[in-house]
């Protein structure tokens, strides 16, 4: 005999809240995805002065989605860059880095390091730039994203040249947020 406090079907309960939570994955529309109100809540890297990390720059980019699966997405912007991005449920997580060489940098009074013959002279510095943009879909064309980036240099050029660029800590770390939405 079965008494009152046993008469409820866990096995049915289980698979009702599957069920609701899949009927809740939003599945993002290919295409042409933009961000709008973006804004740094920190910004220590200084990246809103930066021609490629300003809020104006991911503004004006558009991010196309051209492959979405369960677990992954594939995003190309306009400057033909590539994201390998991470799915899960409607979180979309989209980790890179880019490494370069400084080319150029100013003295302490700013002006540009040149050699004798007045070329340009290449800082020992290399700067590393790690982002991790993370977009959370609240339907198929709208979404929230919030984003951390990181920046390290490693050379004897380094804090003259964050300096140049307003970032007194190395590394340094800023975080962004705002809307992504399909165009």
Known sequence: ACSPDKGTDT?????????????????????????SELEYSQDDCNFNSTAIY????????VYTLTEVTDTKAHY????DLTFDCDRDGNVITCPSTFTSA???????????VVDED?????PDATNTINTE?????SSAE?????????AS?????CARIYEDAGVSDNPCASSLSGKTSLQ
């Open 11 to 35: 096995a049915s309960q289980a698979g009702s809240d599957t069920a609701t939570e899949t009927a809740d994955v939003v599945l993002p529309t290919l295409g042409n995805w933009t961000f």
């Open 54 to 61: 300003s809020v104006a720059a991911f503004e004006s980019n």
């Open 76 to 79: 190309v912007d306009l400057f």
């Open 102 to 112: 400084i080319a150029t940098y100013n003295d302490e009074d700013g002006n540009p």
């Open 118 to 122: 007045g070329n340009p002279v290449a």
């Open 133 to 137: 943009f993370v977009t959370t879909f």
């Open 142 to 150: 709208l979404g929230s994203l919030s984003a951390t980036l990181t």
């Open 153 to 157: 240099c490693e050379g004897e050029d």
